[in-house]
């Protein structure tokens, strides 16, 4: 499956973004998708993620009331509406694609596909 990821942008602090992954190739509906991030000097962590079914999701405690992820499989696309950002959400976020068998979590490991990713900054 591959990833396409868009909607980054400069954004005020208490602002809003929605970022946009499109999924393309075979079965591209039977996967998990989740969002990462990685600022400068910083490892790649989590944000969220969403089942194939778009039946569960999970977030990172730091976005957790912030942040929302959704999916329209109609499209082929996951979504991460981000409201009330901070300057400490800037960084580049990774959408990304685990196989519907496999465990639900927000792990990276068991995200086996990658889109490049789109920059967010939030100014304060």
């Known amino acids: 499956v591959q990833l396409q990821a868009s909607g980054g942008g400069l954004v005020q602090a208490g602002g809003s973004l929605r970022l946009s992954c499109s999924a393309s190739?075979?079965?591209?509906?039977?996967?998990?998708m989740g969002w990462f991030r990685q600022a400068p000097g910083k490892e790649r962590e989590a944000v969220a993620a969403?089942?194939?079914?778009?039946?569960?999701?999970q977030y990172a405690d730091s976005v957790k009331g912030r942040f929302t992820i959704s999916r329209d499989n109609a499209k082929n696309t996951a979504y991460l509406q981000m409201n009330d950002l901070k300057p400490e959400d800037t960084a580049a976020y990774y959408c990304?694609?685990?196989?519907?068998?496999?465990?639900?979590?927000?792990?990276?490991?068991?995200?086996?596909?990658w889109g490049q990713g789109t920059q967010v900054t939030v100014s304060s």
């Open positions: 190739g075979r079965s591209s509906n039977m996967y998990h």
């Open positions: 990304a694609a685990a196989r519907a068998w496999s465990v639900f979590t927000l792990a990276q490991r068991v995200f086996e596909y």
């Open positions: 969403i089942t194939y079914n778009g039946g569960s999701t």
